[in-house]
C-alpha cells in the first residue's frame, strides 16, 4: 500500500460482526482492523485506541463491549498518536477470541 502515516492520521473503518445461530457469547465481537508496516511492525502492537479509548485489538474491542452484532458499527482511531513516521505496507481483519469455535462468527468491513 505504501501509506505514511503522519502525527494527524486517523484510521476509520465499518464492521459487521454477525452472530452465529445459538451463539450467545458475542464472540464476533472480538475483531478490529489492523496495520502492518513496513518496518514489521503492527499497529496492535503499539498500544492503539479507538475513539472510546478501549484498545484497537480483536480482544480489546471484545472486552469493551461497544461493538454491536448483526449490525454495522464505525470504529475510528487516532493512530498518528502511536504511529506517526511509520507506512502502512498492508491491512488486515484480526478475530481472537480463545473461547470461540471455529465457525462462531462471520462478517464484513468497510
Known amino acids: 500500500m505504501n501509506v505514511p502515516v503522519g502525527r494527524d492520521t486517523a484510521l476509520s473503518y465499518r464492521l459487521f460482526p454477525q452472530m452465529?445461530?445459538?451463539?450467545?457469547?458475542?464472540?464476533?465481537?472480538?475483531?478490529?482492523?489492523?496495520?502492518?508496516?513496513?518496518?514489521?511492525?503492527?499497529?496492535?502492537?503499539?498500544?492503539?485506541?479507538?475513539?472510546?479509548?478501549?484498545?484497537?485489538?480483536?480482544?480489546?474491542?471484545?472486552?469493551?463491549?461497544?461493538?454491536?452484532?448483526?449490525?454495522?458499527?464505525?470504529v475510528v482511531s487516532r493512530i498518528g498518536s502511536v504511529a506517526a513516521g511509520k507506512t502502512v505496507d498492508r491491512v488486515l481483519l484480526d478475530y481472537d477470541s480463545p473461547a470461540a469455535r471455529r465457525s462462531s462468527a462471520a462478517g464484513w468491513t468497510t
Open 20 to 74: 452465529s445461530d445459538g451463539d450467545l457469547d458475542y464472540d464476533a465481537t472480538n475483531v478490529s482492523v489492523d496495520l502492518a508496516f513496513t518496518d514489521g511492525t503492527y499497529l496492535s502492537d503499539l498500544g492503539a485506541t479507538d475513539s472510546h479509548g478501549f484498545a484497537l485489538t480483536p480482544q480489546g474491542q471484545g472486552a469493551a463491549k461497544i461493538l454491536y452484532v448483526n449490525q454495522w458499527n464505525n
